[in-house]
């Protein structure tokens, strides 16, 4: 089983950024790819970026040049640099966590919700004009 804890939300202006972290506890997660996805009232949960386990990264096109990905597999931590943000990136944001191991040397990208099998409570991220 694998915990996950969203945290560095916030309400901020346009053109500001913000740093996500996701905090995990219980297995360790670093065999496993994790992602970020974000879901407002209205929509359905949206893919934000992904991490494999060998570092690799993939962003969505809406957020590509602004967000970028990391993780520190010794501290069990995934984190979400979203620079310069507009009032469209409003949204609940979640981390989430693949529950099955991909091949070290896999080129594919998970970016489906279902494709991940535990996920934090999410952290809400408001960006004012």
């Known amino acids: 089983q694998v915990q996950l804890v969203e945290s560095g939300g916030g309400l901020v202006q346009a053109g500001t950024s913000l740093r996500l972290t996701c905090t995990s506890s219980g297995r360790a997660v670093s065999d496993y790819d994790m992602g970020w996805f974000r879901q407002t009232p209205d929509k359905e949960r949206e893919f934000v970026a992904t991490i494999r386990r060998n570092g690799g990264t993939e962003i969505a096109d809406s957020v590509k040049g602004r967000f970028a990905v990391s993780r520190d597999n010794a501290k069990k931590t995934m984190y979400l640099q979203m620079d310069n943000l507009k009032p469209e990136d409003t949204a609940l944001y979640f981390c989430?966590?693949?529950?099955?191991?991909?091949?070290?040397?896999?080129?594919?990208?998970?970016?489906?919700?279902?494709?991940?099998?535990?996920w934090g409570q999410g952290t809400q991220v408001t960006v004012s004009e």
């Open positions: 989430a966590v693949r529950d099955r191991r991909s091949v070290l040397t896999s080129t594919y990208f998970y970016t489906k919700a279902d494709d991940y099998a535990y």
